[in-house]
């Protein structure tokens, strides 16, 4: 049975570097903004992450692209 995916929503993970713990291992926090329109190219994606970390106070880590897809059968 053939399915389908169709992407429906994307969320842009952006992780921030806060500080360091007892045994200096980075500290990390997450920060998440939903409605990435799923067709938007990583290029894109990636940059404004990149102009919102710039607003930041803590050093960027990490990006990340979470896209949510609805399956329907074919």
Do not use: C
Not at 3 to 21: K, M, S, W
Not at 59 to 73: G, I, K, Y
């Amino acid at each position: 049975m053939a399915v389908n995916a169709t992407p429906v929503a994307g969320v842009l993970i952006a992780r921030f570097a806060v500080g360091l713990d007892g045994q200096g291992n980075p500290v990390l926090r997450t920060r998440r903004w939903a409605g990435v329109k799923p067709e938007a190219a990583d290029q894109n994606v990636y940059n404004a992450a990149l102009a919102l970390a710039g607003l930041q106070v803590h050093p960027l880590n990490a990006v990340q692209r979470q896209v949510t897809s609805e399956l329907v059968q074919a």
